[in-house]
């Protein structure tokens, strides 16, 4: 064999044994996956809706994977400082998030210096749950209903308050869509995640909140809390006998917040797959759909296509609305 053909052979020979060893290797990551603890970042403070859905996902992948599964808060810039965290994490499957309408879907068009682009920097994984928002008051306030709100606020220009988890969050774009939609001017108090806003609503030291209905039901089933309307384009199971806003004459404001468990940009699809199926296990779970339900929740399991579809319609529907709202970070 000439030396020339005998170098190419050599050379071929080479690549083939290499990709081969790389396929071996994946392979072997994959089907060994996990092998140690993973972490879940939860951009939110504890206690708050997002705090307990990331528990509920990291104690039945716990169960079912048979490794640690640890909570991490990282609280800060509406969710973004835990996003970013894991957009720029190795893509091995250990270092997840729990996604949030706020720093996914909202994020660029809030934030135009995000340091990740949630488009390509995060993984969609699975979708948890899609949930209509309420508009909450202190039983103290004399708003009984949406009009007598619109009313007072008309009266009074921005001298009602409402409290949000944070500048960005949904709670405070909801707030801004209901002004825009409402022909209202309100005075946004940002707090540092949904439960220290809720605490202080529940000391009557702000009088309103647009937020998800999970960790208020029991202040309002124990009439601690009045709900006035919610923001779907249903009326909800859990609260059935509450108009959405489309019933009390607030026309085009329809908002869904969504939770679902991402991960790093480029992660390995095998692994993509495997944390998609037993997350959509837990999510049929009955003691898991019991839990949610008492949190006013539904579950949606998607596959990794639908998942990812969602959130790019998603991030259409957000980014406009933040856009037509006039949010701003300040």
């Keep these: 064999m000439p030396q020339i053909q005998l170098k190419s052979f050599i050379k071929l020979s080479l690549l083939i044994i290499s990709l081969c060893t790389v396929s071996f290797s994946f392979s072997q990551t ?11 970042v939860v951009p939110y403070s504890a206690g708050a809706v997002t705090d307990a859905l990331g528990r509920i996902i990291a104690m039945g992948l716990s169960e079912s994977f ?18 970013e ?40 994984l699975a979708i948890i749950t899609r949930v209509p928002f309420v508009v909450v008051v202190h039983p103290d306030q004399p708003y009984k209903n949406i009009a007598d709100l619109i009313t007072a606020a008309k009266a009074k220009p921005n001298t009602i308050a409402y409290g949000s988890a944070g500048n960005g969050t949904p709670q405070h774009i909801i707030g801004e869509m209901f002004k825009q939609s ?3 001017q309100l005075m946004h108090v940002p707090y540092k995640g949904s439960a220290p806003a809720t605490t202080d609503l529940l000391g009557n030291q702000v009088p309103l909140m647009f937020d998800n209905p999970g960790p208020l039901m029991q202040h309002i089933r124990t009439g601690k809390l009045r709900v006035l309307a919610q923001t779907g384009d249903r009326r909800s199971a859990a609260l059935s006998d509450v108009p959405t806003m489309r019933e009390v004459g ?5 908002a ?24 959509n296990t837990v999510l049929r779970r ?32 957000w980014g406009d609305a933040t856009r037509k709202s006039n949010a701003t970070i300040d």
Excluded: C, H
């Design 256 to 279: 869904a917040p969504w939770y679902g468990i991402m991960g790093p940009g480029n992660m390995p699809p095998a692994i993509a797959e495997k944390l998609n199926k037993e997350i």
């Design 182 to 184: 409402a022909n209202v």
């Design 85 to 124: 965290q894991v957009a720029l994490s190795s893509p091995d499957g250990y270092t997840l998030l729990l996604g949030a309408t706020g720093p996914v879907s909202v994020g660029k068009a809030l934030y135009p210096q995000l340091r990740y682009d949630p488009a390509k920097d995060l993984t969609a």
């Design 250 to 254: 607030v026309a085009g404001l329809v």
């Design 66 to 83: 048979g490794v640690s599964v640890i909570v991490e808060n990282k609280v800060g810039a509406g969710g973004t400082i835990g996003s």
């Design 30 to 40: 994959v089907d060994s996956y996990p092998k140690g603890p993973i972490k879940i």
């Design 286 to 317: 009955p003691d898991v759909i019991t839990r949610m339900q008492e949190m006013g929740l539904t579950a949606t399991p998607m596959s990794l296509v639908e998942a990812k579809q969602f959130l790019t319609n998603e991030a259409k529907v």
